[in-house]
Structures are given as C-alpha cells and as structure tokens.
C-alpha cells in the first residue's frame, strides 16, 4: 500500500510508533464494506460535519452512534454533517478513500469520544484507505491531540440499545408518551389513531379472500379510482414489460401483462402508500421513496422469479413487501414531526448504521415496529407484518420469514448500487440457502435490475407525480 504522505508526515512528526493491519478477509469488496469492517474491528471512524463555523471532525467507535444532538449541546453549535460527495472530493485530491480518524488531520477542529482516548486497549483507527487500519497505542492518540482536538462524551454504544426484536405495542406506547410531555397531546392523540384505510385498499384486502374474485371484480375497485387505474395501467405499459401493443384498461394489464394477484398488491402498495405524506425534506422525497419502492419491488420480483416453484413464497405477497418496504418512514415522520429533522441529521451522521438503531436511540422506537403495528390494524396479510418488522435482521427465522429475508438481501444488492440508504453489509452464505438462491443468482438478478435501471426511474417518476 502507498501510505499517504501527509499520514506518514504527521505521524513521523509526532514520533508516533504504529502499524497497518489489514481487514479480515471476508470475500467481498474491502471498500464496499468498509463500515461492517470498522465495526466488526472495533476501530475509530471519522464524522465529518460543518456549520457557519467551519469544519469540525468526530472521531468515534464504529460501534457506536454519534450522539450529534449532544455533540451540538456541548461545542454550542448546529453542526450537520458534510454531503459524501463533498468528503469523497476532499479525501481523493489526497490519495484517499474517506477521511482519515487521525486527530487534526488536515488541521481540522477534532472532537474524541471519550471511549478511544479512555480504552486501555492498542486503538484502531481508520487509515482513510482501505483496506487497511492504523493501529496505535492508546497513548499515542493523546500525543495526537493538540489544542485543536477535544475530548468528550459524545458516542451511545449500539450494543447499548435495547434489542429492537422486543414488546412493539410498549414501545410505541413508551415513545408516543414521551412524545406526549413535549405538550403536544391533542396531536399525538390524533396521530395515534392514524389514518384510516383507504376505501379503495380495504375493498382490495377484502378481494384478496374471496376464493371467488375474479378480473372483473379487481378491474372494478381499481378503476373506480381513476388515479390508481392511470398508475397501474402506466406501470404495465412500461417497457419494462415490454407489453405487446397498447394497453387501454385495467383489464388489459391484467390479462396481458401483469396478472391477477401482481395487479391486486400493485394497487394496493399505491393506495396505501398514499394514505401519508411524504416529507419534502429528508433522504426520502417523493422521487427518491418511490424509485427506492420500484426498485425494491423489482428485485423482489426477480428472485421470487429466480426460486424454484416448490419452494417459491406468494409472489404478490413479497413484490407488496418490496413496495411497502420502507413505509414505517412515513409513519415516523408523520407521528414525530418536531423529533423529524433531528432524525434525519442523526441519520446522516451515522451512516455506518441502520437508520432504524438511530430511531430506537433517539425515540424509542422504530420505523419498522410503527409499520407492522399499523399494518396489523389495517389486518393486512401476516407474511407482509412479518416482512415489514423483520427486514433487517438476517438471522430472522420464524414464520414467513422468506419473505423478510428476500427482503433483506433485495436492500443489500441495491445498496451496493448505491440504490437504497444504509450502510452495506455482507449477505450470509446460511441465508441463502434458507431462501435456495446463491450468489450466482443474486448476481443474475441485480445485473438484470441494472440493465432496466432507465424504465425503472419512468415508473418511479410517474408515482412521484
């Protein structure tokens, strides 16, 4: 490896003794996964944030989130932290992948949690290039901090969190109440209630076990909303089907193109993904939520596809799950609106993690767990409860977990495409098999995504209207 030269300058400067260790060798892209490593290392990553102030660097635990409200308390400052574009174009005119966790590092004002400079232990730091650390011991660091870099308490260990697979209905009980004291109660009484089913979504969930529906019956609660019905039959016009001829009617794209059961989940996902708005402000706008729906939808549909028939899940039940996959963010922003714009700055300063740890940590509870609740109340199907509730946990194998877990590996594949928010994490071997596909097939089907990425963007751009 080159080590940059004004690393190695600073280092040599300070007489600092180190080492590079490299990453374990997983069998996947060490840059790809630059965060899972850092966790799974216990080393030091780097923040970056800014305000009218100027630039100042973070430098906590990769397993940990960085407290930003705290941090802001503390300096009396309204940092937010710096676009990845901007770092990526600060870190590359120096030769690097991502700004170094080295105190001061290019003069920079640094903030240490007090965890790296109290562990007794040799610290790991992150080098800036992958795939290798910095590995000092823990005096060393003190030797690094000037006048410029201060220590404070500003990281929450994940480990520290409780396990979001606990008592739902408690948590949002605890988090609304807590929300309630901020003297809100009117608001978030209303809000509790939520929304109401859309009329449109309950004559389709009522369709849905009606062993005697027919095409008639669907095309009639579709195109009685004319919205609906102009979406579905412009999503089977895509050349993404490459429908043969016009299609002119609900009729026509369930017969020729998209079938029975896909239109049913189809008009059911729009309309109740409908039912909230989508925040203007924030990672999801109403172009980004719905190109990530479409593109989670569409790689559900493609390994569904990819599964042999004996062991394939309902596949209008999992291309829904994809569609409906991050719906739990709308409720949050909905149920929470004064806590929203801290999420989505604690979001962005801790992109290492899922944005549902930084939920738990900052309100209690999560997107995941609102989701399945209000779904539960809607009496939406069990597996799409479960799909919803459990989509980030691998290891997750209970009842209807298949559809969970293609949600899981869906999220990973666009991740690295850079499709989806969330920090990229390796798709275990056991988890393949548990839904008998391999890596072969996973490939097959994201280059597949990829080939369509430009119809896709249509459809998403016609849902976001």
Known sequence: MHFPSNLKK??????????LTMYTNDNFEDNAFRDHHLRNSNAARSVLLEDGQGKVLALVPANCILDLNRLCQLLGRELKAVSPAEIE?????????????????????????????????????????????????????????????????????????????????????????????????????????????????????????????????????VEIDPSLAAQVVSWASSPYYSAPGKIRSIHDAIVRVLGFDMVLNLALGIALSRTLSIPK??????????????????????????????????????????LLHNFGYLIIADVFPSYYDRLCDSWDAN????????????????????????????NLPEEILVALRQQNNPDYDGEHAIYANLLYISQQLLRRKGLTC????????????????????????????????????????????
């Open 10 to 19: 600073l280092l040599d400067t300070k007489q600092i003794n180190y080492s």
């Open 281 to 322: 402000n924030g990672p999801y706008g109403s172009q980004p939520y719905w190109r990530s729906a479409v593109y989670m939808a569409a790689t559900m549909e493609g390994l569904v596809t990819a599964i042999e028939r004996q062991h394939r899940p309902g596949f209008g039940l999992a291309y829904l799950s994809g």
């Open 351 to 378: 992109q290492h993690l899922e944005q549902t740890i930084i939920e738990r940590q900052q309100i209690g509870v999560s997107r995941n767990q609102m989701c399945a609740w209000l779904m539960e109340v809607w």
């Open 89 to 221: 174009t600060m870190a590359s005119s120096k030769g690097l992948d991502v700004i170094p966790a080295i105190p001061n590092i290019n003069g920079l004002e640094t903030v240490i949690d007090d965890q790296l400079v109290n562990s007794e232990n040799p610290v790991l730091l992150d080098s800036g290039k992958s795939p290798h650390l910095l590995e000092i011991d823990h005096n060393a660091l003190e030797s690094l901090m000037s006048d410029k870099a201060k220590q404070m308490d500003i990281a929450v260990p994940v480990d520290s969190i409780e396990d979001e697979n606990t008592d739902d209905l408690r948590d949002i009980t605890e988090a609304v109440t807590s929300f309630t004291n901020h003297r809100i109660k009117q608001r978030l009484e209303d809000t509790l209630e939520m929304p109401p089913l859309p009329e449109t979504a309950q004559r389709i969930i009522k369709l849905r076990v009606d062993p005697n529906a027919d095409i008639a019956d669907l095309s009639n609660i």
């Open 422 to 465: 969330g920090p990229k994490e390796p798709i275990p071997k056991h988890l393949l098999e548990r839904v008998y596909l391999s890596d072969d097939i996973l490939e097959d089907t994201i280059d597949n995504i990829m080939e369509s990425a430009m119809e896709l963007e249509n459809i998403a751009n016609e849902l976001a209207g």
